[in-house]
């Protein structure tokens, strides 16, 4: 459904190119003018936009132009406010409510004179006000017109081509396999979001957590049981430790009622949107994608954390930072006695485990937990030490390490998405009561560097060790289990070719492309027997050939051909025929499907040949693009089956016939 929804309003697009261009003029527009543009994802808009350029559903030198138009005009209709409005400004919403808006744009603008302007438009924390303050401070027309246009002129391709790149990478992985384009989608919005949420909650914090925390001090205070928990954290004349024992021991034991009176009431893990979590992603699974999330998750191994962990506390202890010493043992205390509690209590299986019918033990995810005690702990022991504009950085660089791992492991199957979700959350609330803690008393100033730079030097070290010994082996266990099919030669050869698949499966069981061929033989017997009769191999899609994309004008052969993916699986053997027209070729792709034929034990390959040709893109890239529809004539494959016994048999589409073929 959002498929079709997705592939109408592209259709739409196409069809009504002046609704388009008005509404990326009032876009641009909107995301410039003073009050809007406050509120107006504007970057997140051109980013779209752009990506929709990539995919060839729009236009670049139109989009471009109306953006850059509507940022002209946008900008002009801010200055003109301030120029009329002048101090009145300060009282209208938001500006009444958040001063520091203008204080900081009245800043920039004193600093830079005419070239903030010209900056402001690329600088996100003034991007909505300079102009206006531009105004109220009686700029000229005439210098911030000329500052305005080239600004604009500049702004727009710098949001527009980043999109493109996004979308022409989309277009691109939708032919190798739509699972692929929809992974990309998938972990863009999640990298964005987790960029949205830190930023926002790092400055929601910075902003109140004083007010907050004395707050709450002054209504704790006399409490019986709140009272000396509450001081114990927040009153710098007392020390914490009994503060953060109480805390620890009633976070575990609260997990654990919440668990047991969950299984109680016959709750049981893992639960219907598990299960349909896990079987999504196995449905998204692709070679690639595999080899990049098993190197991701095992940043979050314990072979990598552990050793980090020691490093970070063996430094402290060397610098005779006790106080942060001892709030670093703490985080790693509580995670490894989480690991040991919710073993012992809460024995849960992992999806691997269930696939292979082992029992084991996974909730709450323990290396969710300690990927957050340790990156969260160690962000906020580095971020105490720089001022408050600047630690949003280290806290949004700690979630790009911990939100990846996690999202590797659901990808993989490692674990569940409650079983991953309840270590996040574990972690990420005695991280921030050990921040808490660690903030409000007074502490030795740290070397922050010397603690980065040894922290990433034992991260690097240890995750090249752990790669270089266990990864082959832990992509391997983590691959999807096939089945096995054994047929009967004769079987095969009269009724059974049936059972295999009889067109490319791609994601959500989208057929893409008819398999017209079955050959029972080895792999180097299909190739030597096509390559004698014209066949090459494919052009590698290494980087060399993958710049050729880039160029406007390049031959067919000097492009690589891209893999494509059935049910997961990538094409195991790919050759091409070239022809006399320069501008197409002819591409063979055969699969090993998981059958054999019982007599000797040959492989049963399924193939698909189809035309291929140059495909220009924007002017600016040159693809090449499969036609679905193209029919291999008569001769072209009939001269590598010379000798062999062969059969022509009606498929599951009327339209297409399949050639089995046995050595």
Not at 21 to 38: C, D, H, K, N, Y
Not at 145 to 162: D, F, K, Q, T
Request: aromatic share 12%; with cysteine.
């Amino acid at each position: 459904m959002p498929s079709e929804f997705v592939s109408s309003l592209f259709q739409w697009v196409a069809a009504h190119p002046g609704w388009m261009s008005t509404v990326i003029f009032a876009t641009a527009m909107a995301e410039s003018l003073t009050i809007v543009g406050v509120i107006i994802p504007g970057a997140l808009v051109m980013f779209g936009l752009g990506a929709l350029i990539g995919l060839g559903h729009l236009e670049f030198w139109s989009a471009y132009g109306w953006s850059t138009l509507g940022a002209i005009v946008g900008d002009a209709i801010s200055f003109w406010i301030g120029r009329v409005f002048h101090q009145r400004v300060r009282r209208v919403w938001p500006f009444a409510k958040h001063p520091e808006m203008i204080a900081r744009s009245e800043a920039f603008f004193r600093k830079h004179g005419g070239k903030g302007v010209l900056f402001g438009r690329f600088f996100g924390p003034v991007r909505g006000t300079i102009p206006t303050v531009a105004g109220m401070m009686d700029m000229a027309w005439r210098d911030f017109m000329v500052a305005n246009v080239v600004s604009a002129i500049l702004w727009a391709p710098a949001y527009l081509i980043p999109g493109m790149a996004f979308g022409a990478s989309l277009e691109i992985a939708s032919r190798v396999a739509g699972r692929l384009a929809v992974l990309i989608l998938i972990v863009a919005a999640l990298l964005w979001a987790t960029a949205w949420l830190v930023t926002h909650a790092a400055r929601l914090f910075q902003a109140h957590a004083t007010d907050w925390s004395q707050r709450f001090h002054a209504w704790s205070r006399g409490r019986r049981f709140i009272g000396p928990i509450g001081a114990s954290l927040l009153d710098p004349a007392q020390g914490e430790l009994r503060g953060l024992a109480t805390l620890a021991v009633l976070l575990l034991g609260g997990v654990v009622l919440v668990s047991l009176s969950l299984s109680a009431a016959g709750r049981q893990l893992p639960d219907g949107l598990d299960q349909s979590l896990y079987h999504f992603f196995q449905e998204l699974r692709t070679p690639w994608a595999d080899a990049l999330m098993a190197f991701t998750a095992e940043l979050g191994d314990y072979q990598v954390t552990l050793p980090v962990s020691l490093v970070v506390f063996a430094w402290l202890v060397w610098r005779r930072n006790r106080s942060a010493a001892w709030h670093w043992l703490a985080a790693l205390g509580f995670g490894m006695a989480t690991n040991l509690l919710f073993r012992w209590l809460l024995p849960v299986s992992s999806p691997i485990e269930v696939a292979q019918g082992v029992q084991g033990y996974s909730f709450p995810s323990s290396h969710a937990t300690f990927s957050t005690l340790v990156f969260g702990f160690l962000a906020v022991l580095i971020a105490r030490e720089l001022p408050l504009a600047r630690r949003w950085i280290v806290y949004l660089a700690a979630a790009f390490m911990i939100v990846p791992i996690a999202f590797a492991r659901l990808y993989l199957g490692i674990h569940w998405l409650t079983d991953t979700l309840a270590g996040l959350c574990l972690g990420l609330i005695w991280v921030t009561v050990l921040g808490i803690a660690y903030n409000r008393h007074p502490k030795a100033v740290l070397q922050w560097r010397g603690l980065l730079a040894y922290s990433a030097i034992a991260l690097l070290a240890t995750d090249l060790l752990h790669v270089g010994f266990d990864y082959a082996a832990d992509l391997q266990r983590y691959q999807p289990k096939t089945t096995l099919r054994v047929l009967a030669r004769e079987r095969w050869w009269t009724e059974d070719w049936r059972q295999l698949p009889q067109q490319r499966m791609d994601f959500r069981g989208h057929h893409r492309q008819d398999f017209v061929l079955q050959w029972a033989g080895s792999r180097e017997e299909l190739d030597r027997r096509l390559r004698e009769t014209g066949w090459q191999p494919a052009p590698a899609a290494d980087l060399k050939g993958m710049l050729l994309w880039l160029s406007p004008q390049v031959e067919l052969r000097e492009l690589p051909v891209l893999p494509q993916i059935h049910d997961g699986s990538e094409d195991d053997l790919t050759l091409v025929y070239y022809g006399a027209d320069p501008n197409t070729r002819w591409l063979l792709r055969f699969w090993d499907v998981g059958a054999r034929l019982l007599e000797r034990e040959q492989l049963i390959w399924v193939g698909s040949v189809s035309q291929q040709k140059l495909e220009p893109h924007m002017g600016l890239f040159t693809f090449t693009m499969d036609d679905p529809q193209s029919r291999a004539p008569s001769d072209l494959l009939a001269p590598a089956w010379r000798g062999l016994r062969t059969r022509v048999v009606n498929g599951a589409n009327p339209q297409e016939r399949i050639t089995l073929i046995a050595d």
